[in-house]
């Protein structure tokens, strides 16, 4: 008997792509109207392979092989595929994985530094049209100078301290600490003078070895450097800060 009801699909479904030229997994929506051969076609521009050299097979939500989608007459419909199934596809051709996402293999473009400067439509060509940074010359002459001048400051000070000398170092935003001054010259760790101190407190940093290089004795958070002119040296004698009584 018939009950007069009707049970209507839904006429589109919403899969899961892998293939094996690309790691990534996509979504799309398929008419179940189209046949594999059309299928096929639409998910040429998606994996990047060819129609011709495609092999699909279905799989479950759970990922569980169900059967191949062999038949290019068929209807994507007639096969079992429901929403978040996966379809993968095989290229036959030999395509490797992330071939279209290595950039490894992409020529790149270069350009001699020459021939960059010659062009009037680059980021240097603005820079120098505005006299902007390096490309401003009495800017840059200022600041050299400027360098020049801290360089020689900084020489003067140190010149003025010799290894063992009592001191007292002031550096804005930290207490006053004394200590005797172990090194004066120039480090590999930066640029310009500074003053090796051992303070007679563990105010320190380190026991003299900076980036593995020593550059003078004393026990581990007493060592410390600062520039020469955070240095006064002077008759500091060391305080007695009551270690021996009882």
């Not at 596809?89 to 270069?110: A, L, P, Y």
């Not at 120098?128 to 400051?153: D, F, I, P, S, T």
């Not at 900076?210 to 002119?229: A, I, T």
């Amino acid at each position: 008997m018939d009950s007069g009801v009707t049970v209507v699909t839904c006429p589109y479904v919403d899969v899961r792509l892998t293939s094996t030229i690309s790691s990534f997994e996509v979504k799309r929506r398929f008419n179940r109207g189209i046949t594999i051969a059309e299928l096929k076609g639409k998910l040429e521009m998606v994996v990047g392979a060819s129609p011709s050299s495609m092999d699909l097979e279905l799989f479950s939500v759970s990922d569980k092989f169900m059967q191949k989608l062999d038949d290019n007459e068929a209807l994507l419909g007639s096969y079992p595929v429901d929403d978040e199934c996966r379809i993968h596809v095989t290229d036959r051709s030999g395509g490797q994985m992330d071939t279209f996402t290595d950039v490894s293999k992409v020529e790149k473009f270069e350009l001699s530094d020459d021939a960059y400067n010659k062009r009037t439509d680059s980021a240097r060509s603005f820079m120098k049209n505005l006299r902007v940074g390096q490309y401003n010359e009495e800017e840059m002459a200022r600041k050299k100078a400027e360098a020049a001048a801290r360089r020689e400051e900084e020489k003067v000070a140190a010149d003025a301290i010799s290894v063992g000398n009592r001191c007292k170092v002031q550096v804005a935003g930290q207490p006053t600490k004394l200590g005797t001054v172990m090194y004066v010259g120039t480090t590999d760790f930066k640029q310009g003078y500074w003053v090796g101190v051992k303070y007679d407190e563990p105010l320190g940093k380190h026991n003299g070895i900076v980036d593995g290089k020593r550059y003078f004795e004393c026990e581990d958070k007493y060592g410390g450097f600062v520039k020469p002119q955070s240095v006064i040296v002077g008759d500091f004698p060391e305080e007695d800060y009551g270690l021996d009584e009882m």
